[in-house]
């Protein structure tokens, strides 16, 4: 009995253990697979605000590169709270990577909580550059992870307080890279600590003796 018994402690340690500490793949707010076509650019903040329907950490900032042939300029981009409040920003160049149809930079970990909304948005400048808005043909797919609100606009650099009044994003200025938050742990320890006394209380119904030294 006492040999199934520290195999079921060290199963139930293995199993918080590897919730708190496997690494999450990176997951996108936004993909397209086909760009469509264009016929607009000029001097806006062009974004959408979105709603997580997790718990979410965003780790980069994306700007849409029309063709994948580069950016002309580099790019601010910004995560504000609905009233203005300015979370994290970054700054996207044609040097950054390419991933998709957008080019990323990151930042440093932002936790955004579900059922908060946010919005994102990014700057274009009155160079041709990538953001065009689209004519048709665009396929967009954007993450069950994610609700999109609507789209936000403004003329100039600055939060895009605007409201297009639709969740429809045209154009697909800006997106971002995230994984789902991971648990803490004292969440994770927890988990453990409430096994290990369902145990307990199981063999000491049998009159077993049970003895566990928890050290935090």
Same mark, same amino acid.
């Given at each position: /009995?006492?040999?199934?018994?520290?195999?079921?402690v060290?199963?139930?340690?293995?199993?918080? @253990?590897?919730?708190?500490c496997?690494?999450?793949?990176?997951? !996108?707010?936004?993909t397209?697979?086909?760009?469509g076509?264009?016929?607009? =650019? #000029?001097?806006?903040t062009? #974004? !959408? &605000? +979105?709603?997580p =329907?997790v718990? *979410?950490?965003?780790s980069?900032?994306g700007?849409?590169?029309?063709?994948q042939?580069?950016?002309?300029?580099?790019?601010?981009?910004g995560i504000w709270?609905?009233?203005?409040?300015?979370?994290?920003?970054?700054?996207?160049s044609g040097?950054?990577?390419? $991933?998709?149809?957008f080019?990323?930079s990151?930042?440093?970990?932002l $936790?955004?909580?579900?059922g908060?909304n946010?919005?994102i948005g990014?700057?274009?400048?009155?160079? $041709?550059?990538?953001?065009?808005?689209d004519?048709?043909? /665009?396929?967009?797919?954007?993450?069950?992870? *994610?609700? *999109?609100?609507?789209g936000r606009?403004?003329? #100039?650099l600055? +939060?895009?307080?605007?409201?297009?009044?639709s969740?429809?994003?045209?154009?697909p200025?800006?997106?971002f890279? !995230?994984?789902?938050?991971?648990? &803490?742990?004292?969440?994770? #320890?927890s988990?453990?600590?409430?096994?290990?006394? /369902? @145990?307990c209380?199981k063999?000491?119904?049998?009159g077993? &003796?049970?003895?566990?030294? *928890?050290?935090?």
């Amino acid at each position: /009995m006492q040999k199934a018994f520290v195999w079921a402690v060290y199963i139930c340690a293995q199993i918080s @253990l590897s919730l708190y500490c496997s690494p999450a793949d990176a997951d !996108y707010a936004m993909t397209i697979n086909n760009q469509g076509t264009f016929s607009f =650019n #000029g001097n806006w903040t062009l #974004g !959408y &605000e +979105f709603s997580p =329907n997790v718990n *979410i950490t965003v780790s980069s900032l994306g700007f849409f590169d029309w063709d994948q042939d580069g950016l002309a300029q580099t790019h601010d981009i910004g995560i504000w709270t609905t009233t203005g409040t300015l979370l994290t920003s970054a700054a996207v160049s044609g040097a950054d990577p390419l $991933d998709g149809a957008f080019r990323y930079s990151g930042i440093s970990d932002l $936790d955004l909580v579900a059922g908060n909304n946010y919005v994102i948005g990014g700057y274009n400048y009155t160079v $041709d550059d990538a953001v065009r808005s689209d004519v048709g043909g /665009m396929n967009i797919t954007t993450s069950p992870d *994610i609700s *999109i609100v609507d789209g936000r606009w403004i003329g #100039g650099l600055a +939060f895009p307080v605007n409201s297009t009044g639709s969740p429809v994003v045209y154009p697909p200025t800006v997106a971002f890279q !995230y994984t789902l938050a991971v648990p &803490e742990p004292a969440s994770a #320890g927890s988990a453990v600590v409430l096994l290990l006394f /369902m @145990l307990c209380r199981k063999q000491n119904r049998r009159g077993d &003796e049970c003895r566990v030294n *928890i050290k935090i």
